[in-house]
């Protein structure tokens, strides 16, 4: 058997100020879709982590994570 090196990520972002409960209905969807196949982070919302037992939550002291 090979053992896999690879580490799987996934960021959740998004919601904006109305945004909250899409966000969360969507980290609940990618949770039960990724399961323990990789981590799931959400991004500046440490209450939809929590809510939905996410992997960790990615902060910044300059606000959202300029990702694209």
């Known amino acids: 058997a090979i053992a896999s090196s690879v580490v ?35 991004e500046e919302r440490v209450d939809i982590a929590a809510a939905v037992n996410a992997s960790g939550v990615l902060l910044s002291d300059q606000g959202s994570f300029p990702f694209r």
């Open 8 to 42: 799987g990520i996934v960021v959740l972002r998004g919601g904006g100020a109305r945004g909250g409960k899409l966000l969360y209905e969507a980290a609940c969807v990618l949770k039960s879709v990724i399961k323990d196949r990789a981590y799931l982070l959400i």
